[in-house]
């Protein structure tokens, strides 16, 4: 008997591909409603499922690519008004008063405020189904946003293989402020972005004009190996190195770059770079008497709780909860809030302080010009010169607060909650066993179970270790 479903098979075709509503409104990156309501695409009806073959739609689309492509040229000739280009084109016909988002059928125009109160505007667009938001550089108002969003869909349109992104060559420095604006402060904690600003001026004056696809592996080592020259850690370089390798990585996602003329870029090994410092109880006691007033409670919150300088400057009193005994750390470096719990110490020296200043947003401030306090470099300099300490810097503390978590027997787990770290290969960066502590590790294999464990004194020994090496029997 023959078999109806082997009939295109025999016939040497192929069965045609058939979309679901979604899918097809995938395809052509529109609502679902908007794609329904739109009888002059072509579909196959089946009961009450609506299916659409796939080859149709391309045939489709390619016919009337054409008048799409006019269309999003048409606003920057100024042919036509804002006004009565939000009547032809703007979803809902009109602009509203207060509204943030403006849809057209090819892209979006949205407005943010900056913390400053300052008017940013994006676009948003789709291009071959991947969706794209950018930041519309010096734009003063919705128009100018709006040229360049049909701008961009236009240049998608014009590409070779349909909707997919022209290579455009761009210099380093031009990407280099796109990185910042489109990507570092959007995704960064504020301190964060601002660093990468700071280095990418360092960046800038070498790469300068050379194009991305200019960067080869030769010039990275070139660059690496001037500003060791310098005297800039290996640490720091490293630090420039990762920003270079995520400004590579997007220009390929951005279509600026081919992922065959991206650089491979390596990294120097930082294993030899940590300074293990860790506090002695005894320096402790002297840098904190040879503490100022203002200094010694920042200090005390430093060596129980981990907290970074800019974490605990930035402490304000309705993050100190006395009644969990917790503090809420608001300015992190990951930008995700944490808690930290308060011991017995920190909470005494809490309570002095909330008796002094209490009334005040800050728990720390400058007394001469009553703002909150941005730095302690000097008086942390001053105090540890007066204890008579060296080489110790206030990010050591964050040090000795781990190691002594670790050698009092907390799991690495716990330490890395505490600190906020994201991945436990930094905290064990932060954690240091001492030759004590290895020691005892070692002296555990001596305690066998299957005999008693008799502690000797280091003379006693010294007798038996002599007494073996030196027998004739």
Same mark, same amino acid.
Request: proline share 2%; glycine share 4%.
């Given at each position: 008997m023959r078999d109806e479903r082997d009939e295109p098979k025999r016939a040497g075709k192929s069965p045609p591909q058939l979309l679901s509503l979604p899918e097809a409104a995938f395809f052509f990156n529109v609502s679902e409603s908007f794609l329904y309501n739109h009888r002059e695409i072509p579909r196959i009806k089946i009961g009450r499922k609506i299916l659409f073959d796939k080859k149709e739609l391309e045939a489709f689309l390619k016919k009337h690519t054409h008048r799409i492509e006019r269309f999003t040229l048409e606003f920057p000739s100024l042919d036509l008004s804002l006004e009565t280009y939000d009547k032809l084109y703007l979803k809902g016909g009109k602009s509203k008063v207060g509204q943030k988002v403006w849809s057209y059928p090819f892209g979006s125009v949205y407005l943010r405020l900056t913390k400053s109160g300052k008017e940013r505007w994006y676009i948003y667009y789709r291009v071959d189904g991947e969706r794209i938001r950018e930041v519309v550089k010096n734009a003063q108002s919705r128009a100018d946003a709006l040229k360049v969003l049909q701008v961009k869909?236009?240049?998608?349109?014009?590409?070779?293989?349909?909707?997919?992104?022209?290579?455009?060559?761009?210099?380093?420095?031009?990407?280099?402020?796109?990185?910042?604006? #489109?990507?570092?402060?959007?995704?960064?904690?504020?301190?964060?972005?601002? *660093?990468?600003?700071?280095?990418?001026?360092?960046?800038?004056?070498?790469?300068?004009?050379?194009?991305?696809?200019?960067? *080869?592996?030769?010039?990275?080592?070139?660059?690496?190996?001037?500003?060791?020259?310098?005297?800039?850690? *290996?640490?720091?370089? #490293?630090?420039?190195?990762?920003?270079?390798?995520?400004?590579? #990585?997007?220009?390929?996602?951005?279509?600026?770059?081919?992922?065959?003329?991206?650089?491979?870029?390596?990294? +120097?090994?930082?294993?030899?770079?940590?300074?293990?410092?860790?506090?002695?109880?005894?320096?402790?006691?002297?840098?904190?008497?040879?503490?100022?007033?203002?200094?010694?409670?920042?200090?005390?919150?430093?060596?129980?709780?981990?907290?970074?300088?800019?974490?605990?400057?930035?402490?304000?009193?309705?993050?100190?909860?006395?009644?969990?005994?917790?503090?809420?750390?608001?300015?992190?470096?990951?930008?995700?809030?944490?808690?930290?719990?308060?011991?017995?110490?920190?909470?005494?020296?809490?309570?002095?302080?909330?008796?002094?200043?209490?009334?005040? *947003?800050?728990? +720390?401030?400058?007394?001469?010009t009553k703002k909150p306090l941005t730095t302690v470099k000097k008086a942390f300099k001053s105090a540890c010169a007066g204890a008579d300490i060296k080489g110790l810097r206030f990010h050591d503390l964050r040090h000795t607060f781990a190691t002594r978590l670790v050698e009092r027997g907390v799991d690495l787990i716990t330490v890395k909650e505490l600190l906020g770290h994201h991945s436990i290969v930094i905290t064990q960066r932060y954690t240091h066993s001492n030759?004590?502590?290895?020691?005892?590790?070692?002296?555990?294999?001596?305690?066998?179970?299957?005999?008693? +464990?008799?502690?000797?004194?280091?003379?006693?020994?010294?007798?038996?270790?002599?007494?073996?090496l030196f027998s004739t029997n």
């Open positions: 869909v236009a240049d998608a349109f014009r590409g070779k293989h349909g909707f997919k992104k022209e290579k455009r060559r761009v210099k380093f420095c031009d990407f280099a402020d796109q990185y910042l604006e #489109n990507y570092a402060i959007i995704n960064k904690a504020e301190k964060s972005w601002k *660093t990468d600003g700071y280095y990418l001026k360092g960046m800038k004056e070498f790469f300068g004009d050379m194009y991305l696809d200019e960067i *080869t592996a030769l010039k990275i080592e070139k660059y690496k190996a001037k500003r060791l020259e310098k005297g800039v850690r *290996t640490s720091t370089v #490293n630090r420039c190195l990762a920003i270079i390798r995520k400004m590579l #990585n997007l220009a390929v996602e951005w279509g600026y770059l081919l992922e065959e003329s991206k650089t491979k870029i390596k990294l +120097f090994p930082e294993k030899d770079n940590l300074i293990e410092r860790v506090l002695t109880e005894q320096e402790e006691e002297r840098l904190l008497a040879a503490s100022p007033v203002h200094l010694r409670p920042i200090l005390v919150v430093a060596l129980n709780t981990g907290m970074r300088l800019g974490e605990i400057l930035s402490l304000q009193w309705n993050q100190i909860d006395f009644r969990t005994k917790r503090i809420r750390v608001e300015r992190t470096k990951s930008g995700r809030i944490r808690y930290v719990d308060i011991n017995n110490q920190l909470l005494e020296e809490l309570i002095n302080l909330k008796g002094i200043n209490g009334q005040r *947003t800050y728990l +720390f401030f400058n007394q001469r030759s004590e502590q290895k020691r005892k590790a070692v002296e555990v294999l001596d305690q066998s179970e299957t005999k008693a +464990f008799v502690p000797v004194s280091s003379t006693q020994k010294d007798d038996v270790f002599s007494n073996r």
